[in-house]
């Protein structure tokens, strides 16, 4: 009884926190939906590169993740489209972070 109140308590604190302060304080997984090559032209430390053309086959594996996830991209565009399919799947504590550097500034 005592962890479904701790995790009861846990999930009321996620949905105060602000994207901002969810990003910045490390409690979410980081997913950047662009190409693997813009991916390694610079990205977010400790995110993942899911490209979007390839999330629907991810869907298990991401709800899988015990912790909120944060789409990104280069300008926000693909990161609304993976949102827009992750939801229509069913996922829940998915953010749109938008630019993957906007995350990055977020992050520091």
């Known amino acids: 009884m005592e962890i479904f109140i701790r995790f009861f308590f846990y999930l009321q604190s996620l949905i105060k926190m602000s994207l ?3 990003i910045k304080s490390d409690s979410a997984t980081i997913v950047d939906v662009r190409t ?9 430390p400790y995110s993942i590169n899911i490209p979007l053309d390839t999330i629907a086959k ?4 991401l709800k899988g993740l015990s912790k909120p996830i944060i789409l990104c991209c ?4 693909r990161s609304s489209q993976a949102l827009g399919q992750l939801k229509s799947a069913g996922c829940e ?4 972070g938008g630019p993957w ?4 500034l977020h992050r520091l």
Do not use: A, M, T, W
Request: proline share 4%.
């Open 20 to 22: 901002h302060d969810l």
């Open 101 to 104: 550097k906007d995350v990055y």
């Open 58 to 61: 991810q869907i298990d594996r």
């Open 74 to 77: 280069r300008s926000g565009n």
């Open 36 to 44: 693997p090559e813009e991916f390694k032209e610079g990205h977010v």
């Open 93 to 96: 504590q998915i953010f749109d």
